[in-house]
């Protein structure tokens, strides 16, 4: 078997939190900001990214009258009561246990997410992370020095597993997020994403000899002859 590691995003990707950022995202624009649309094209650059680098981009492009400290608490407040009741993606739990039961792969998180919001996040899902991921790293980690879609938090994840990253398969939904694991060498990346990012992410330049993309519509679809 070539593939030992799989890495798994987690927001949008685990668990079906990336519509709650995206609501809130609004909210804060048209209370504080320009009240303009928080498109397509904004949620592409900042999807995956770590969170003082999305807050700033959102601060900027949307003219909101706050500062990063205020707009980040404001935030983090309205996402914590959504967080408590997230749920699974589609599919999530049956792979993660197949992978990490039927094939023996170790497998880790991935979040550009800080600690305390993994927390929160995992609240009524502790159990499941703790029976099948061997590795959590979060987006505040000190050794990680660029986030997605810098390969550096894959990386990290492949090390500390005990593998090279071109022994890995990564899971994501994220543009950013998709180019960090491809820049990660990779052997294999899986994108779910969002339809209205699909076509940027099978636009992606790459070398297909070192990495396997595979874009899927749901984990439903995942072909486990690609470990």
Same mark, same amino acid.
């Given at each position: 078997?070539?593939?030992?590691?799989?890495?798994?995003?987690?927001?949008?990707?685990?668990?079906?939190?990336?519509?709650?950022?995206?609501? #809130? *995202?609004?909210?804060?624009? &048209?209370?504080?900001?320009?009240?303009?649309?928080?498109?397509?094209?904004?949620?592409?650059e900042v999807l995956g990214r770590p969170a003082p680098f999305v807050?700033?981009?959102?601060?900027?492009?949307?003219?909101?009258?706050?500062?990063?400290?205020?707009?980040?608490?404001?935030?983090?407040?309205?996402?914590?009561?959504?967080?408590?009741?997230?749920?699974?993606?589609?599919g999530a739990k049956e792979i993660t246990g197949n992978l990490k039961?039927?094939?023996?792969?170790?497998?880790?998180?991935?979040?550009?997410?800080? @600690?305390?919001?993994?927390?929160?996040?995992?609240?009524?899902?502790?159990?499941?992370?703790?029976?099948?991921?061997?590795?959590?790293?979060?987006?505040?980690?000190? @050794?990680?020095?660029?986030?997605?879609?810098?390969?550096?938090?894959?990386?990290? +994840?492949?090390?500390?597993?005990?593998?090279?990253?071109?022994?890995?398969?990564?899971?994501?939904?994220?543009? &950013?997020?998709?180019?960090?694991?491809?820049?990660?060498? +990779?052997? #294999?990346?899986?994108?779910?994403? *969002?339809?209205?990012?699909?076509? &940027?992410?099978?636009?992606?330049?790459?070398?297909?000899?070192?990495?396997?993309?595979?874009?899927? *519509?749901?984990? &439903?679809?995942?072909?486990?002859?690609?470990?």
């Open positions: 078997m070539s593939i030992k590691a799989a890495l798994f995003d987690l927001d949008g990707t685990l668990l079906d939190t990336q519509r709650l950022y995206d609501d #809130v *995202n609004q909210q804060l624009i &048209n209370e504080y900001g320009n009240k303009k649309e928080y498109d397509i094209e904004s949620r592409k807050n700033k981009y959102l601060l900027d492009k949307f003219e909101i009258k706050l500062s990063l400290e205020e707009y980040s608490k404001i935030k983090n407040e309205r996402l914590i009561e959504l967080f408590k009741n997230c749920k699974p993606m589609e039961k039927k094939y023996g792969l170790k497998l880790a998180v991935c979040t550009s997410s800080p @600690r305390t919001l993994w927390d929160i996040k995992i609240n009524n899902h502790k159990e499941w992370f703790k029976d099948d991921f061997d590795l959590i790293i979060t987006g505040d980690d000190k @050794r990680i020095k660029k986030g997605k879609p810098n390969p550096d938090i894959f990386i990290l +994840a492949a090390q500390e597993l005990g593998f090279k990253p071109e022994e890995c398969i990564v899971f994501e939904d994220a543009v &950013n997020g998709v180019e960090a694991g491809i820049n990660s060498q +990779a052997k #294999v990346v899986v994108a779910i994403p *969002n339809p209205n990012f699909r076509k &940027n992410i099978e636009n992606l330049e790459y070398d297909k000899n070192k990495t396997k993309l595979c874009i899927l *519509n749901s984990f &439903n679809d995942f072909d486990y002859s690609l470990i």
